[in-house]
């Protein structure tokens, strides 16, 4: 569990093993919409495991919540696995671009903040300057932070959403095993 970006609410990060197929992100917002749960963060991508997608969810609320939502969760037809992905033993990241205002700062000074944190300037006009950063979601709003406080106007935040990874070997996902758990869903003509 960790505290929200603002501060007040503690999260929760759930990584989801779900059918890839059209419908299921709808289905899934849906039960988070009807049971009244915060989504703080949410990122979708294909996982290692053909027709099978990977989402992370961070979710707004205590380890009761969290307990309710991975239920819930796992309720669902296309859902075939949920872990409450522990905050001591993961790898967090977050990717984010941010616009800035460029004109009179020079531009070794703005690159010198890029560089603390990692960062790198990745377009430049002669009006805005695109910031690339990825970390932790601390480490993106620190450098906001810090390219406001250099008196940069930040135009823009584009951030991709939170992705998480125990440590370690992961033995428990293999292709094999997880083919085995899915279940066998068959569809008959006229079946509702």
């Known amino acids: 569990m960790v505290t929200s970006q603002n501060g007040t609410k503690p999260e929760h990060t759930l990584t989801a093993l779900v059918e890839d197929k059209p419908g299921v992100l709808n289905r899934i ?4 919409r009807r049971r009244g749960y915060n989504i703080a963060s949410l990122a979708v991508g294909p996982s290692e495991i053909p027709d099978l997608s990977r989402m992370t969810f ?3 609320g205590d380890t009761r919540t969290t307990e309710q939502v991975s239920k819930n969760l796992n309720k669902l037809i296309d859902v075939i696995k949920v ?6 033993n993961s790898v967090w990241r977050e990717l984010a671009l941010v616009r800035v205002k460029w004109n009179t700062q020079p531009l070794s000074e703005i690159k010198a903040i890029v560089d603390i944190f990692g960062a790198k300037i990745v377009d430049t006009t002669s009006e805005s300057l695109i910031i690339e950063v990825t970390g932790k979601s601390n480490k993106v ?3 906001v932070d810090n390219l406001t406080g250099f008196g940069l106007q930040v135009q823009e935040v584009m951030r991709t959403g939170v992705v998480a990874m125990s440590r370690g070997s992961n033995e428990g996902d293999s292709q094999r095993r997880v083919r085995a758990e899915r279940p066998a869903v ?3 003509s006229g079946s509702v």
Do not use: R
Request: aromatic fraction near 10%; charged fraction near 35%.
């Open 29 to 32: 917002t849906s039960m988070f």
């Open 58 to 60: 961070v979710v707004e």
């Open 83 to 88: 872990v409450d992905v522990d905050d001591n």
């Open 141 to 143: 709003n620190d450098l």
């Open 186 to 188: 068959k569809w008959e």
